[in-house]
């Protein structure tokens, strides 16, 4: 399954700077709003460790790790859920992805122009959270129109919709987002054909200067402390640190580089780890001889399900699971000693894939 994460944020808040350094595609990065027209896509791939283990045990042709596109979306301004500036287009672009990267400006710099005048996070992401709400109860408020001449005839499906409708204008009405409303599965799936935009997970992305990228700084204790209700992930990334890292070809130099600053990992891998947890993520494995290949899959997926992402025709046709544990593999080296040794387990329909997972299908279509 392919995962899509959305940038946004206000103008200069270093949105496709941090694009830039996360990905082969270049934005162009200027000190005015609106430098990026179009939404850019960049492809980038997902760090494994346990991907390199496997290529080592077995050898492949080639190694296919899983990958997360990341689109760089136009920087949104007041008044955009009434199509000012690049609304519509901005609004548009954000209903197609999984999540969303919020970066929000945490850092001084009398270089680089604040859209506001002033560095102040709160108020940046409440003016995206706005415009986003906006936009959510206008796409409400028609669906309650039509439901309400359907309501008044008895209808008890149009009844109980409307009653979910209501809870979501409330939370909006009153500053909230549409994920800080409680609903089961089944209400989810009501409203799924909405695309709601305030329902999506979001990651926020404090961008701070170099010297705060250990301590962090006031705003970025003022944006946590303003999301702290929203069950929202939020993390520290210095954009021009990933700039430079972005840079070295070489991976010891990028170690080299990251030692420097006392980094444990850069800005990109953590802010793939956020996506993955946030959106319930997990990865399981393929390997033989002509590939070895990670999959990402939603956490609590059957076998089968799993073995859809690989082609339609390995759930159609699901006859079992054989799964072996990376441990495994490492302690016994060859799936032939795996199978002696009577450590490759085999799972029917109910399995529950679990991260890390290496598997074979068996199908019959």
Known sequence: MGLQCGIVGLPNVGKSTLFNALSSAKAEAANFPFCTIEPNVGVVTVPDERLQKLEELVNPQKVIPTIIEFVDIAGLVKGASKGEGLGNKFLANIREVDAIVHVVRCFKDDNVVHVAGKVDPVSDKEIIDTELQLKDLESIEKRVQRLLKIAKS??????????????????????????????????????????????????????????????????????????????????????????????????????????????????????????????????YFTAGEKEVRAWTIKEGWKAPQAAGVIHTDFEKGFIRAEVIKLPDYEELKTEAAIKEAGKMRVEGKDYIVHDGDIMHFRFNV
């Open 154 to 283: 008895g209808d008890a499906e149009a009844k109980r919709e409307l009653a979910l409708l209501e809870r979501f204008v409330e939370a909006l009405e009153s500053g909230k987002n549409a994920r800080a409303v409680e609903v089961s599965e089944d209400e989810l799936e009501i409203i799924k054909d909405l695309s709601l935009l305030t329902i999506k997970k979001v990651i926020y992305v404090a961008n701070v200067e170099e010297s705060a990228i250990h301590t962090g700084n006031e705003h970025v204790e003022a944006l946590k402390s303003s999301v702290a209700d929203e069950n929202a992930e939020v993390i520290m990334i210095s954009a021009s640190i990933e700039s430079q890292i972005a840079e070295l070809d070489d991976p010891e130099e990028k170690e080299m580089f990251l030692e420097e600053y006392s980094l444990q990992e850069s800005g990109l891998n953590k802010l793939i780890r956020a996506s993955y947890k946030i959106l319930s993520l997990i990865t």
